[in-house]
């Protein structure tokens, strides 16, 4: 995302470089950036959406220009490159204005020797170069739709849009165009080729949806997309294409068929005095990531947007902050692409940028994940390829705490050789766990060599009937695994996940999965009397809490929630104490939101993922584990500091 009244002051028509003579040479062979690790580099956005004294003295976005690029570039080549560091990305700011077949042109008052020589600039210190367009066709590019489109005989910008002119992107600042009519694509191709030729090694493609909040079928820029992909490979030239902003993820087969990586959130900048704060919006990463974690790979990452860690008070963090803002996005393999001053990078960003060992792990490009998210105490890990494993522990509350990563939870048994990442020093051998003091919003990195043998780790249950239990855990798929319910086998697979069926309702069960003699950590869950929906709005909504219409079981959910709205669900009734696995459905049409549940008294926190398109109508579904007592339990969802997803129904 890229603030409205900023890029709407940026596409002001300026003298400009002509696209012509930047066009592409014809290269007979597709080729596709591969994106086979997470790219690092530096991007300029961040310092043109800051209010930080002095970064942009002439109005919005005004330090973006030549001088200013070539500088980051010369500090990138003479102190990142060797870490890894290589791309020079020129976010929004560069277009001026549109040639006579509405394709974009630099602006020349910020780039004189335009974008062509720029590219060359940086190639010749070894570096690749990036740029940024938005999604759709510019208002300005039209031209009443008397626009030709270059090399397509007979199509002009009337015939790629739709006849009502309507208008998509993240910020309604294009025409939605029609790929129906095959001179769309022809645009697409020709935009494709002056980027090319202007020697772009990547594109970021903004405002795209369903995303960016934004859903609904003028809002839906699949066809964009693929259209995008088709035109980059058609160049003959190795581009790297990111789309932004806060993506679906009901889309994620189109992302992932379709581009190198997606950015699953909203912009990480703050638009304020400093670079970026805590809680706007750096800490709703440990949240927006989650759900796409296993969409990440060779060829398509998660991007969690720029990092800045690197300018000391600017960055409007703690140094506890910067690195559990540098961990999260390393452990998750996100793109580490600089958003600071590179010219004024102190000593202690220096070091988080350029830790050698926690690039590796980013490198490495085998995503974290939470090992739950109940608490602001948080242990993430990762089993990586030789066998070790890679553990962060969280603090993200605002008092110092213990953090413990249990390793009998991760599937870590016997004794185990401890290294911390950040402080490049053997801890020694520990077993049975570890447990750090860390500040507010602290963190530390280990990674973890078992000296024993491994068992599946963090089983969780995903699913039950009166009959059965679904299960999952994180482990090898292609080994065999056995499911025991106490002491008796009960399925066996070579997938990382099973259910158990044959069970008896109301019945409590312990669950261990085993792999060549190594056993879990055992679970435990209780199989329901029968499979009862408990509607929320039968219940209770409180202090503004509010009964409203959707696609959902009943027809109603109950929205504004939080603050002081709240819902106290119908009364749940329980055959046996134990814990259930209970089904929420709920709509989070932003990006994710945290509820308190509390129960019988007892509150845990519960963030569930966000769809990111704008869609309160449609439920969403996870599976929760909550602790009931036998006969009846009172369950309350609210949060006193923070919005709340809509409440459709619990299943138990």
Request: proline share 5%; aromatic share 10%; hydrophobic share 35%.
């Amino acid at each position: 995302m890229r603030a409205l009244g900023v890029v709407a002051g940026l596409l002001a028509s300026l003298v400009a470089v002509p696209a012509a003579q930047a066009q592409a040479p014809q290269v007979q062979q597709q080729t596709a950036a591969k994106a086979e690790k997470p790219y690092m580099g530096w991007s300029s956005w961040t310092l043109q959406a800051t209010n930080y004294p002095g970064v942009n003295p002439d109005g919005p976005a005004s330090w973006l220009n030549e001088k200013n690029v070539l500088a980051q570039a010369d500090v990138l080549a003479a102190k990142f490159k060797k870490a890894g560091y290589d791309h020079v990305n020129v976010d929004a700011g560069w277009l001026g204005s549109f040639d006579e077949y509405g394709r974009p042109v630099v602006d020349a008052k910020k780039f004189p020797r335009g974008f062509k020589w720029l590219g060359d600039y940086i190639h010749g210190k070894g570096m690749k170069f990036g740029s940024y367009l938005a999604v759709g066709l510019d208002l300005k590019a039209y031209n009443d739709g008397k626009t030709p489109i270059y090399n397509a005989p007979g199509c002009t910008t009337k015939d790629i849009v739709y006849p009502d002119l309507r208008k998509t992107n993240g910020w309604d600042m294009a025409y939605k165009m029609d790929f129906a009519n095959p001179c769309s694509q022809k645009y697409i191709d020709s935009i494709a080729q002056v980027l090319a030729g202007w020697g772009v090694d990547f594109l970021k493609l903004d405002g795209v949806g369903p995303g960016s909040f934004r859903g609904g079928e003028r809002y839906d820029n699949t066809t964009d997309v693929k259209a995008w992909n088709s035109a980059l490979k058609s160049t003959g030239r190795p581009i790297e294409f990111l789309i932004s902003w806060a993506l679906s993820h009901r889309h994620a087969d189109v992302w992932k068929a379709n581009t190198n990586g997606w950015r699953v959130d909203t912009d990480v900048e703050c638009y304020c005095d400093t670079l970026v704060t805590w809680n706007q919006s750096v800490k709703q990463r440990w949240n927006d990531v989650v759900q796409w974690i296993d969409d990440a790979g060779p060829g398509h990452w998660n991007n969690l947007d720029s990092l800045a860690v690197g300018n000391g008070q600017m960055d409007g963090l703690t140094e506890a902050e910067r690195q559990s803002y540098m961990t999260l996005w390393s452990i998750s393999s996100s793109p580490l692409y600089i958003g600071d001053d590179l010219t004024k990078i102190d000593d202690y960003g220096y070091e988080l940028l350029t830790n050698n060992e926690v690039i590796a792990i980013n490198q490495a490009g085998v995503p974290a994940r939470p090992v739950d998210q109940s608490s602001d105490q948080q242990v993430w890990y990762a089993r990586n390829r030789d066998g070790s494993y890679t553990v962060a522990l969280f603090n993200l509350g605002s008092r110092p705490a213990q953090v413990t990563a249990d390793f009998g939870q991760l599937g870590i048994q016997g004794n185990a050789k401890v290294r911390d990442v950040w402080a490049k020093k053997d801890v020694g051998q520990k077993s049975g766990s570890i447990t750090e003091d860390l500040p507010v919003h602290g963190s530390k990195l280990f990674t973890i060599n078992p000296r024993g043998s491994v068992a599946p780790g963090v089983v969780q249950g995903t699913a039950a009937t009166p009959n059965s239990v679904s299960l999952k855990w994180y482990g090898k798929s292609g080994v065999r695994y056995d499911v025991y319910a106490g002491n008796k086998k009960v399925a066996t697979t070579t997938d990382t996940k099973a259910t158990v069926t044959g069970l008896t309702p109301a019945t409590s069960y312990e669950f261990t999965v085993v792999q060549n003699g190594a056993r879990s950590k055992p679970v435990s869950f209780v199989t329901p009397q029968e499979s009862v929906t408990y509607e929320a709005e039968k219940g209770s909504p409180g202090g503004g809490a509010t009964v409203y219409g959707c696609a959902c079981s009943g027809g109603s959910k109950v929205g504004y929630i939080g603050g002081s709205g709240n819902i106290t669900m119908p009364t749940v009734v329980a055959p046996r104490e134990g814990t259930y696995l209970v089904e929420l459905a709920y709509i989070s049409a932003d990006a994710s939101r945290t509820g308190i549940v509390t129960v019988n008294g007892t509150s845990f926190k519960l963030p569930v993922a966000g769809s990111n398109d704008d869609d309160w109508n449609t439920p969403q579904k996870v599976t929760v584990p909550i602790y009931l007592l036998k006969g009846n339990n009172t369950i309350r969802i609210g949060n006193p500091d923070d919005s709340v997803f809509d409440v459709d129904s619990i299943r138990i």
